[in-house]
């Protein structure tokens, strides 16, 4: 069973029991998260497409870490110019935990 989420504007495969790494969000390690933008569930040959997301299906997960990714750098050359920029960046997330996908009312 699996389902894909939406958060941040990007899109995520979500199994229980694994764990996702998305956009920083403003909550304390060890915190629940509910991600209610259940886009598809795929459970067995039982798929549910979401028209745009499933109706009271929800992805309930735990904040395990905030962290930054590694560093990526950027460098711009122009040769016969001396033009050289040299940039560098690391990109906030929050890690979750998947603990269960829930769909309807109470299963």
Known sequence: MYAVVASGGKQYRATPGGFVDVDRLPVEVGDPVT??????????????VGQPTV?????????????RHRKVTFFHYVQKKRERKKRG???HYTRLQ???IQVGSGE
Do not use: S
Not at 55 to 67: C, H, N, P, S
């Open 35 to 48: 991600l209610d933008q259940v886009l598809l569930i795929v459970d067995g040959d039982e798929i549910t």
């Open 89 to 91: 960046q690391r990109q």
């Open 98 to 100: 998947i603990e269960q």
């Open 55 to 67: 109706a009271g299906a929800v992805v309930r997960t735990t904040v395990l870490a905030q962290r």
